[in-house]
């Protein structure tokens, strides 16, 4: 597996500063699962789960479709892609953790849904689905742990269908001074501290350097277009400290 954490974290997708094997990532994220769910609505106040809606909604997620959430974690946005397709459609959630994958299916037999999510152990680089596969998709925090995000994005657009959309949620470098304070005081002030009282010190620490390195919204626009994307657009949202990035699989303009 080509790359460092591919789980569903409202703020927290954990990164090591040092490559890792593909057994030393199913490690970390299989120690984190009994305290993911917990941690991400801790952190974010409830309202990870507002700004993951909003991407289910910006995929066009219809009635009776198939639809895939890359990434999946322990499966929020999945579940919302289950409420959007109905009874007639399907839903994939895929991860690389066995253990998050665990919860989500958990979660699922618990809910009142209308259609059961498949979930799928698997590599955001290579996904295991045939071209064209999918009406809509889904990602949320897990674009900025790839490894190789442009390989990431070229096989988000070969298992779509030609004109289907995928919305990409993750965190966003503010542009303005303040919001780029608030953002470093909050992942300095309460991200870490809060991992570090759940004995997810390692894990979690370098937060602030993912987001450092992640591309800001234009360069995520063009690493879509060079993926093969015909229409990609980034919407900041919550203030500028999150952002989705909107794909379609439609012929170039």
Known sequence: MAYFTVTAVFTVAPLQSSPLTAT???????????????????????????WKRMAVRWSGAAPGQTALDVCCGSGDMALMLAQAVGT???????????ELLAVAEGRSRRAPLPTQP?????????????????????????????????????????????????AILDFHRPQGWLAEQFQRWYLDALVVPAAEQMGLTEEYAYIGPSVDRFPDGPEQVALARRAGFGQAVHYPIAGELMGVLVVGRHDRV
Request: proline fraction near 5%; hydrophobic fraction near 40%.
């Open 88 to 98: 007639t459609g399907k839903v994939y959630g895929l991860d690389f953790s066995a």
């Open 24 to 50: 030393d990532i199913q490690g970390l994220f299989d120690r984190i699962a009994p305290v993911y769910d917990s941690l991400n609505e801790r952190l974010s106040f409830g309202l990870h789960r507002v």
């Open 118 to 166: 498949h979930w799928v152990q698997g590599d955001a680089l290579a996904l295991p689905f045939e071209a064209s596969t999918f009406d809509a998709a889904t990602m949320g925090y897990g674009l900025r742990n790839l490894t190789d995000i442009p390989q990431g994005l070229t096989e988000l657009h070969r298992v779509l269908k030609p004109g289907a959309t995928a």
